[in-house]
């Protein structure tokens, strides 16, 4: 799948990083949630031209952080916890504003982005959406982008392995739905999911 317009737009964007590893993490966290959300959707039985919409998604899912670089990221040593993670939580929305004014993302691929928060339960963020309202592909990233995050090494922790990542899933699994969640566990345990692994080693390693 190609995303080169994709890396274009976080590499602008991705100027207001002061430090490099930030930018390098972003990348490399989109394309591991990318790849993981094409194939629970080719699991699922979804088209080409969705699973090339939520390539996009997952790759740009976070975009709205790195409006919010100087917050988020580091030169925010005076802004509190809570503060920050107000902030945080604006990115869904703020993902909006961006890939609108680039005008070439589809209102399916920003609708997946604004809600990539969401709960299936109705816990998420921003809007509270639960179950059906949350729009479908919103619910496959939110399934890829808690277990990406869990098996990626963090400032604060190391990384979770991987059936250490699924059992604490399996304990929030209120999060998500249910019929994606198991399609997405045949994605881990199945011969596909090597290519993923690769990727998550590598960046793990830097
Ligand atoms: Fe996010």
């Given at each position: 799948?190609?995303?080169?317009?994709?890396?274009?737009?976080?590499?602008?964007?991705?100027?207001?990083?002061?430090?490099?590893?930030?930018?390098?993490?972003?990348?490399?966290?989109?394309?591991?949630?990318?790849?993981?959300?094409?194939?629970?959707?080719?699991?699922?039985?979804?088209?080409?031209?969705?699973?090339?919409?939520?390539?996009?998604?997952?790759?740009?899912?976070?975009?709205?952080?790195?409006?919010?670089?100087?917050?988020?990221?580091?030169?925010?040593?005076?802004?509190?916890?809570?503060?920050?993670?107000?902030?945080?939580?604006?990115?869904?929305?703020?993902?909006?504003?961006?890939?609108?004014?680039?005008?070439?993302?589809?209102?399916?691929?920003?609708?997946?982005?604004?809600?990539?928060?969401?709960?299936?339960?109705?816990?998420?963020?921003?809007?509270?959406?639960?179950?059906?309202?949350?729009?479908?592909?919103?619910?496959?990233?939110?399934?890829?982008?808690?277990?990406?995050?869990l098996v990626?090494?963090?400032?604060?922790?190391s990384a979770f392995g991987v059936d250490t990542a699924v059992e604490m899933?399996?304990?929030?699994?209120?999060?998500?739905?249910?019929?994606?969640?198991?399609?997405?566990?045949?994605?881990?345990?199945?011969?596909?999911?090597?290519?993923?692994r690769?990727?998550i080693?590598?960046?793990?390693?830097?």
């Amino acid at each position: 799948m190609n995303l080169e317009r994709e890396r274009q737009l976080i590499g602008r964007m991705g100027e207001r990083l002061t430090v490099e590893q930030d930018l390098k993490d972003f990348y490399a966290h989109g394309e591991i949630v990318s790849r993981l959300a094409v194939l629970t959707a080719k699991e699922l039985g979804e088209d080409e031209t969705f699973c090339r919409e939520i390539a996009v998604a997952g790759m740009l899912h976070d975009i709205g952080k790195l409006e919010l670089a100087d917050v988020i990221y580091g030169n925010s040593d005076n802004i509190m916890a809570v503060e920050r993670s107000k902030y945080v939580r604006m990115h869904p929305t703020l993902g909006i504003d961006v890939l609108r004014k680039e005008g070439a993302y589809s209102e399916e691929v920003i609708s997946f982005i604004a809600n990539h928060h969401e709960n299936f339960d109705g816990t998420g963020y921003p809007n509270h959406l639960e179950g059906d309202e949350i729009p479908y592909g919103a619910r496959i990233l939110r399934v890829c982008d808690v277990f990406a995050a869990l098996v990626s090494n963090r400032a604060y922790r190391s990384a979770f392995g991987v059936d250490t990542a699924v059992e604490m899933m399996i304990d929030d699994v209120k999060d998500y739905d249910m019929h994606i969640f198991l399609a997405f566990l045949k994605v881990v345990y199945s011969k596909d999911f090597t290519a993923v692994r690769e990727m998550i080693d590598r960046a793990n390693a830097r």
